[in-house]
């Protein structure tokens, strides 16, 4: 369920981390897939980082939504 942009959004590690992505115009990313489809979109609440700062757990920035480390130039 679409619930709009997420809470953590503003603080998210992971989308200041990467963020720098979003201004590739050129290109459509995995990165930008991410944040459609977790921060904004209809997966927000299986978001693994989301789920592990609702538990009080820290998460790596560079781990995505799916839990999985994220590496930029490997696209
Ligand atoms: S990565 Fe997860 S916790 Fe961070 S803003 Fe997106 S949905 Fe929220």
């Known amino acids: 369920m679409r619930d709009g942009i997420c ?3 503003p ?3 992971f989308y200041k981390l990467f963020s720098a992505e979003v201004d590739r115009k050129d290109k459509v ?3 930008h ?3 459609n489809i977790y921060c904004f979109g209809i997966l927000q609440r299986n ?3 989301l789920i592990k ?3 009080g757990e820290p998460v790596a920035d560079d ?3 799916t839990g999985i480390k994220y590496s930029a130039g490997a696209e």
């Open 53 to 55: 700062k609702e538990a």
């Open 63 to 65: 781990i995505t939504p």
């Open 47 to 49: 978001c693994y980082r």
């Open 7 to 9: 809470k953590y959004f």
């Open 33 to 35: 897939q991410y944040i």
């Open 29 to 31: 990313t995995i990165f």
């Open 11 to 13: 603080d998210c590690g």
